[in-house]
């Protein structure tokens, strides 16, 4: 485990990406250049998440302020969600783990793979993490995949994929551990093809 990032180390990522922002053609949405500009605790999660490398948190927060850009994560809100989604219960906070951190629950059993859906069922899912991360932006989460009764019909690997890919590259050292629950054996081979992902995320 890398040693907790100095203050120093803080503010040299915070003057890289501000003068990388002076030579982009795009900026970054203002709120964002905004945050990185002002909260030392959203820099210090992308130096922990990389294990104190200053060059790859650089990267990364560069890559993942044109993502939430492009993603609109901004634009988002309870209201505009898909409500057939959140009514469904496909996934939602509840809880807390023992060390305290909420836990975002996935029923997959009751997410129908459907691609009209799939980018609905992405916002919300940012939704809830960025909402989560704005109300208590020191926590990680603790995210549980609920799988019982959960037949292939129900098992979508881009939605899955997407749920890793958001600690991975856009909520850095946000996460705390992913649990899965009650696994049909059928799902087990197709699990382990994302296995290897999961596994070098939350360790």
Not at 56 to 63: H, M, P, T
Not at 96 to 108: A, F, K, L, S
Not at 119 to 147: C, G, H, S, W, Y
Request: net charge negative; glycine share 4%.
């Amino acid at each position: 485990m890398a040693a907790e990032p100095t203050q120093q180390a803080i503010l040299s990522l915070r003057n890289r990406f501000t003068q990388e922002c002076m030579r982009m053609e795009t900026k970054p949405d203002q709120r964002d250049i905004t945050m990185v500009e002002s909260d030392d605790n959203y820099v210090r999660n992308f130096l922990v998440h990389t294990l104190g490398n200053e060059n790859e948190a650089f990267q990364f927060l560069v890559d993942c302020v044109k993502w939430r850009k492009e993603f609109g994560i901004h634009d988002l809100s309870a209201r505009g969600l898909d409500d057939e989604i959140v009514r469904s219960g496909v996934c939602y906070i509840r809880g807390r783990d023992r060390e305290g951190n909420p836990c975002i629950v996935v029923n997959t059993r009751l997410h129908k793979k459907d691609p009209e859906k799939l980018p609905r069922a992405k916002q919300q899912f940012v939704f809830l993490l960025e909402d989560q991360r704005l109300r208590e932006p020191t926590m990680q989460v603790t995210v549980i995949f609920n799988m019982t009764d959960t037949g292939l019909g129900n098992m979508d690997m881009e939605f899955t994929r997407f749920v890793i890919d958001c600690f991975k590259f856009y909520f850095p050292n946000m996460l705390n551990v992913i649990l899965v629950f009650e696994m049909p054996f059928i799902l087990q081979t197709v699990w382990r093809i994302i296995e290897g992902g999961v596994y070098s995320l939350c360790h």
